[in-house]
Every structure is written in C-alpha cells, then in structure tokens.
C-alpha cells in the first residue's frame, strides 16, 4: 500500500460517496458549510450542488491516475501541474482519515443519522492505511492525547478492536461489526441529559442512551448494538446498565471493556500525569480479577506487550533500558537490558518502568 496521498481538484459532478475533502467549503458569507475530512455522502454531494460549487479539493492515494477534470497541484494558490502534486506524510493522512471517522461522531451527536455504509466506508478509509500492527498502536500513542478527548477515544477503541479481531482470528465480516461497536460505545455520551450538575449516576445511562441513538439506523447489526449497550457489564455481575455475569454478556462487550478501559487507563487527563503502559499492564494483571473475560483479557495483554518489545524506557532508578523480553504469565514485569546488564524485573522488585 502506498503510503503517499495527493490533493486534486474535482469537479462537483464527479463526486462520488467514498471520496474525502481536502480542503474546507464555505459558502457566500465566509461560513464553514463543510469542513475538511468530510466524508462525502448523497446529501453533502447535493448540498455543494445546491451552492453551485464548480469544483472541490479531495484526497486520492498517489497511484490512482486522476480521472476527466481532475487536476493535480499542490492547492489552488500553486500552479496547476502534475510536478506539484501534494505530498502527504503518513501522520498527517492519519489525521485526516481519523477527521473522517470523527466526523460521523459529530454527525451524530446533532441528531443526524448516518448510514452503515457510510460508517463501513469511512472506518475502511482509515483502516487501510496501515501496514501492520505496530503502526496501529504507534497511531494510536501519537494521538491519545488530542484535544476532542471523546472523540480521540472512539477512534482509538475502534483501532484496538480492530487489532484484537486480528489476534482473535476473527472473520473479516466479524471484524468489520466488531470495529463499528468500538466507534460507536460511547455516542450515548454525545447525548447525555444536560443539566448544571451532572451526577455520578449520570455516567451509567449513556449505553442505554447509545443503543437508542443507533438502534434507529436501519440495517444495524444486533451484534453491534449489544456490544454498545453492554460494553459497561463485568464479569462478576458488578456493572451496568443490567449486571449482567459472564455469557450473559455479549462477546463484542467482553472486548469492548477491555480496550475501553486500557485506553482510558494510559490516556493522561487534566491535572493527572500519563500512566506508562506497564504500570497500566500491571493495573490489569492485579486489578481486573473477576471483570473481564480472562480468554480476551490474557491475548490483549500477550499481544500489547509484545509491542514493546526492543523499545527503550524509563526506570524509577533514572536510567534507560531495553525491554528484551515479555513474561507471558506477567506481561508487567519484562526482562530488560542497561548497557551489558540484564534485569528481570519480576524478581528485582526494586527496579520497575516510569
């Protein structure tokens, strides 16, 4: 997969669904109608008709050859020629993909209804990009800490669902479902009732709040909408909405807990520092008895940690190391390297990652 985009300039009647806005569209009044990383759909198709909007910037992989009236540049103040193609790093095509999806979000959260198709689109937009695993989760840790924290953790939810379907060897249709409910577990969020305070209780109705707001989408798979409704219930009958135990719960809210909470758990918030990934693992392995479904819980630990595997850290005595190897029975503790010095941490207690 080519890993260069371009930006090219297309005539409004070419548009088709699947095609993404480069480039923001405001009307006469200088007021943003469409922003950029819109997905484009019927309707936003038909509005920018409606404006008599001649052309539009959209992004295309570089190795697709540019259809009739389109033209490649670098933007519309550059000079129109092929040699000035824009050239886009794969962070920033990232960004762009992630706005995508985001946008869906926003869509909802005002009330609109979006299609399974177009949801289906624009989470395949954003997954095929990646060539593996680990620039999934390299994504992933880039933008943990974005501005819009909601939506930022939709994404990412959807992303780890997407990698744990792969380390589960689930079917490509299976995953696809799998990844939607990841997006989707927490738009009863976006909905929540509004008042000047809000309550404790207040944080245990947004499943039932988003199983309302999806169910109303025609074709939505049940899987999906049970993996957002139970993504809250733990094993031990200790959550909600129901407190539903084990098989009770849908096997989709089983790994939707799971990334939720892990996602959630190395995200630093206002006030309160990042958690490095290994004091989260560690959080897991001492914490999560009885919670969460000890199949998936023991393949996401297995397989994050593996991740980390030739990365360097920090240690509490100040120095620098190498994570050499993962103790599959605890992914927390790995043995590490300091110059010629090899530490398993598991047996030196001393010595842990920061």
Same mark, same amino acid.
């Given at each position: 997969m080519s890993e260069i985009y371009k930006k090219i300039k297309t005539r409004v009647q070419d548009l088709t669904e699947d095609?993404?806005?480069?480039?923001?569209?405001?009307?006469?009044?200088?007021?943003? /109608?469409?922003?950029a990383g819109t997905l484009l759909n019927k309707r936003t198709i038909k509005k920018l008709k409606e404006m008599k909007t001649a052309e539009v910037w959209v992004y295309c992989e570089n190795d697709e050859e540019p259809e009739e009236g389109q033209i490649n540049t670098e933007g519309p103040e550059k000079v129109k020629s092929k040699e000035n193609e824009a050239v886009l790093p794969k962070v920033e095509i990232y960004t762009q993909n992630k706005k995508v999806v985001e946008n869906i979000i926003a869509d909802m959260e005002r009330g609109e209804l979006v299609s399974v198709d177009t949801m289906t689109r624009a989470l395949d937009i954003l997954m095929k990009q990646f060539d593996s695993n680990k620039e999934i989760l390299q994504a992933i840790d880039y933008f943990r800490n974005a501005d819009n924290h909601l939506y930022t953790h939709c994404v990412n939810v959807a992303l780890l669902c997407f990698l744990m379907g792969k380390w589960l060897d689930m079917e490509k249709s299976k995953i696809q479902k799998l990844i939607?409910? @990841?997006?989707?577990?927490?738009? #009863?969020k976006t909905r929540e009732l509004v008042g000047d305070k809000k309550e404790p209780e207040d944080e245990k109705v947004h499943p039932a709040i988003g199983y %309302?707001? /999806? %169910? %109303?989408?025609? %074709?939505?798979?049940?899987?999906?909408?049970? #993996?957002?409704?139970?993504?809250?219930?733990?094993?031990? @009958?200790? @959550? *909600?909405?129901? @407190?539903l135990e084990h098989n009770k719960i849908h096997g989709f809210a089983k790994i939707i807990a799971i990334v939720d909470t892990y996602d959630l758990l190395v995200t630093s918030k206002i006030g309160k520092e990042k958690e490095s990934p290994f004091k989260v693992l560690e959080t897991f392995e001492k914490e999560s008895f009885g919670l969460f479904a000890p199949n998936y819980l023991s393949v996401f630990l297995k397989n994050i940690a593996n991740y980390y595997i030739g990365d360097k850290v920090y240690l509490n005595t100040g120095e620098e190391a190498e994570i050499i190897f993962i103790n599959p029975q605890h992914v927390s503790k790995p043995l590490i390297?300091? #110059?010629?010095? *090899?530490?398993?941490?598991?047996?030196?207690?001393?010595? *842990?990652?920061?």
């Open positions: 095609m993404v806005l480069a480039t923001g569209i405001v009307n006469d009044n200088g007021v943003l /109608i469409l922003s939607c409910a @990841g997006l989707l577990h927490d738009i #009863g %309302k707001i /999806i %169910k %109303k989408i025609a %074709k939505m798979d049940e899987d999906v909408l049970q #993996g957002v409704l139970m993504h809250h219930e733990r094993e031990d @009958g200790s @959550g *909600y909405p129901f @407190g390297r300091i #110059g010629n010095r *090899y530490i398993d941490t598991l047996q030196d207690t001393s010595i *842990y990652i920061v």
